[in-house]
């Protein structure tokens, strides 16, 4: 069983800058291929960013060019730093996890933009 802990969210301005953090634990987040999913009210949950065991990512178009993701399996984190936030980037951001037909989610963090 996989646990997984998101922290880092908060209000921020349009252009600024926040870094998500989702910490593992359970299982090395290593052998896990992990992602950043968001959610705004009214919304579907979306795929913002992924990162595989390998450490190839991908990226949600919105989001290109503006968020970074990347993992410390030293430290069983995961990150998603976020640049140029725009108000649309407004949601609840959830950390996930898969291993083989296994999948796990953490609690979300609510990242709001606004002036």
């Known amino acids: 069983q996989v646990q997984l802990v998101e922290s880092g969210g908060g209000l921020v301005q349009p252009g600024g800058s926040l870094r998500l953090s989702c910490a593992a634990s359970?299982?090395?987040?290593?052998?896990?291929?992990m992602a950043w999913y968001r959610q705004a009210p009214g919304n579907q949950r979306e795929l913002v960013a992924q990162?595989?065991?390998?450490?190839?990512?991908d990226y949600a178009d919105s989001v290109k060019g503006r968020f970074s993701i990347s993992r410390d399996n030293a430290r069983n984190t995961m990150y998603l730093q976020m640049n140029s936030l725009k108000p649309e980037d407004t949601a609840v951001y959830y950390c996930?996890?898969?291993?083989?037909?296994?999948?796990?989610w953490g609690q979300g963090t609510q990242v709001t933009v606004s002036s």
């Open positions: 996930f996890a898969s291993k083989l037909l296994a999948r796990w």
């Open positions: 990162i595989s065991r390998i450490d190839s990512t």
């Open positions: 359970g299982s090395s987040s290593a052998g896990l291929r």
